[in-house]
């Protein structure tokens, strides 16, 4: 499947269908003096342009790596949405206008049954195609799809609202038209501000899934000679484009060459089934099988569990020359002040194995 060629042929289907019902709405807008139709004919064409975007962002996303930019162009995306959010909120603060003015000064519609037949027409055909372009979208992760497609079952409830509002005037006379107007333009508004925070944060950097962070923990720590993995930090360069670092705990008695040809089975591996590049395996060198080393770690390990937000202990070494001791600690965002928390689980530790040097380190809580 060409990731692109779906999403482009996806956005120009979404394009023809909204210049369509676009230009039906506007006449009939303009026929029937209908702000409301009107306006969804206004966000029929931002739907549009946005599908426009979502295609030009794509071939752009699509550029091979070059010098400048060794890691691809796939972030162009997030770009791509933004602009799209931005057009959604000006789509929706115009109109919002256009529906006040339209309070202040009304107007009487003029609805017709052939208008209204028009209306219902587009209704379904709105249904039929946010549920075609959201599932394309999650089909090949594209979230200018996904969003497209949530934006085309939003606009079906919009045109159904306006069939009500017909209802409403034609059996009680009382029109709604710039008050529906005005909730419509509120809804866009909302829609385009959503739109804006969840590219943002991807933009910032979320945090990895808990089910995809753990299927490549599991995945990691079933080859052979690995006994963990642990702190698996994935950076986004678009979608489907991972690259990141994790570190797994191995044997102390494993060489160099033998290291390094498993960190490469690893890599190897986990790109073919993931399509995630682990640029960085870092390691940590443990000695359970020893009984001083092992007995050790797990009265520490109660000790540290006794307190609360604690997530994980692990990389645990002890090094019987020097009585050295030094592990890793992972305390939950959920605790207020890690670093204090952290200062006296150090010291609980301390106190309670005198006879040894400990060297802890506070991990973040990066991935599940």
């Known amino acids: ?67 400048k930019h060794p890691l691809g162009y796939g972030r162009i995306e997030y770009l791509t949405a933004v602009v799209i959010s931005v057009i959604v909120l000006y789509a929706g ?13 009304p107007e009487t519609p003029d609805y017709s049954a052939v208008s209204l037949i028009i209306i219902g027409v587009a209704v379904l055909v709105k249904i039929f195609l946010g549920i075609f372009v959201q599932k394309t979208g999650k089909k090949v992760n594209s979230d200018s799809l996904i969003a497209s ?16 509002a017909a209802a409403v005037y034609l059996i009680w006379g009382i ?12 809804v866009i508004i909302k829609s385009g501000f959503d739109m804006l925070r969840e590219t943002v944060s991807e933009i ?3 945090r990895i899934s808990a089910d995809k962070s753990k ?17 698996l930090v994935l950076h ?9 670092s994790v570190h797994i705990e191995v044997k102390d008695t494993l060489t160099a060459p033998q290291i390094d040809a498993l960190e490469r089975r690893i890599q190897a591996e986990i790109f073919t089934k993931h399509r995630v590049i682990l640029e960085g395996i870092s390691i940590y060198s443990v000695n359970l099988s020893d009984p001083e080393t092992k007995a050790l ?9 006794s307190f609360e937000n604690v997530l994980q202990v692990h990389g645990f070494y002890l090094d019987k020359e020097t009585k050295s001791v030094r592990f890793d600690i992972i305390i939950s965002f959920d605790e207020k002040d890690r670093k204090t928390l952290f200062d006296r689980i150090v010291k609980a530790v301390c106190e309670q194995h005198r006879d040894y040097t400990f060297y802890p380190i506070l991990d973040s809580d990066i991935s599940d």
């Open 1 to 67: 499947m060409n990731r692109e060629k779906v999403i482009v042929r996806t956005s120009v289907i979404g394009i023809l269908a909204n210049v369509f019902l676009a230009g039906f709405k506007a006449a009939v807008g303009l026929l029937s003096n209908s702000i409301s139709v009107v306006l969804d004919a206004v966000n029929n064409l931002s739907d549009a342009l946005s599908s426009v975007i979502t295609i030009v962002g794509t071939k752009l996303s699509s550029k091979p790596a070059d010098k």
């Open 236 to 244: 986004s360069y678009g979608p489907d484009r991972l690259i990141g």
């Open 215 to 231: 299927e490549l923990k599991r995945d990691i720590a079933s080859f052979d000679g690995v006994m963990g993995a642990y702190d």
């Open 175 to 186: 029109p709604l038209e710039a008050y529906l107007g005005a909730v419509i333009s509120l």
């Open 204 to 206: 910032l950097g979320e």
């Open 149 to 164: 497609g949530k934006d085309a079952l939003m606009d079906s409830i919009i045109s159904a609202s306006v069939l009500v």
């Open 93 to 105: 603060i115009t109109s919002l206008i256009e529906s006040i003015k339209k309070i202040i000064t």
């Open 297 to 305: 770690y797990e009265s520490v390990r109660k000790t540290v569990f």
